[in-house]
């Protein structure tokens, strides 16, 4: 190895630190002009802007549609949904009544428990849920359309409306009987 004196190692040093000094300004002017050549070559392409459309607004339709929440359309569709078919008749008149309270209980939570005369005419005790109900004929009682058709002292009597296996509504009679409680 060769050891240069710490002076001449100071002016290599210098000479080197000159030559790539004098590299980089010749350098960095040529990337400079380079630069400014292509900017001024550059020329934007900025097409036409097309005219906006014009809005056109349409015509509200649904004005002379039945209304979603009507009730026509509600038992329309409850009709499709349970597959009503055939005899609809019987069944069509008891859709558009409203409902009495103790049409939302099955008819087997629904007991006789006794029976009076109310002016006159006969009226039934019946309970569901622990509270008692006084019926006539004409209420109605249970979810099959059940219709009170007669009351005696021991049995109350209505016609129900259900389908059959074939989808056809029919009527058939249930009967209610005195439920008395052993002592």
Request: a positive charge.
């Amino acid at each position: 190895m060769t050891v240069f004196p710490s002076g001449l190692r100071v002016c290599i040093a210098g000479v080197v630190v000159g030559v790539l000094v004098g590299c980089a300004d010749s350098k960095t002017e040529e990337l400079q002009q380079w630069m400014a050549q292509q900017k001024s070559q550059a020329q934007p392409k900025i097409g036409a802007v097309e005219e906006p459309k014009k809005y056109v607004p349409q015509a509200y339709t649904q004005d002379r549609v039945v209304e979603p929440f009507n009730n026509q359309k509600l038992t329309s569709a409850l009709r499709k949904e349970a597959g009503y078919s055939g005899n609809t008749a019987l069944v069509d008149p008891e859709l558009r009544r409203r409902k009495e309270a103790l049409e939302a209980f099955p008819l087997d939570v629904v007991t006789m428990v006794g029976s009076l005369l109310s002016k006159g005419q006969p009226a039934a005790l019946v309970r569901v849920d622990n509270l008692l109900y006084q019926v006539r004929v004409g209420n109605y009682i249970g979810q099959n359309y059940g219709r009170i058709t007669r009351v005696t002292e021991t049995e109350l009597t209505l016609r129900e409306i259900v389908q059959d296996a074939a989808g056809e509504w029919i009527e058939r009679h249930a009967t209610l009987q005195l439920q008395e409680k052993a002592k």
